[in-house]
């Protein structure tokens, strides 16, 4: 299952199918955290390949 698996400040949780967002949509704080984890990843392989 390709999902990915939020948790807010209070340590709630959900668990989201990338199916299920791409056909229904996507709600702004979701997206917000996606697009960071997206960074974070993408500047550690940077930092990964430089090695």
Partial sequence: ??????????????????SLLEKHGINSELLTRLKYAKEVLSHLHKKTLKK
């Avoid at 299952?1 to 990338?18: I, L, Q, S």
């Fill in 1 to 18: 299952m390709a999902a990915v698996t939020y948790v807010n400040e209070t340590g709630d949780f959900r668990a989201y199918k990338f």
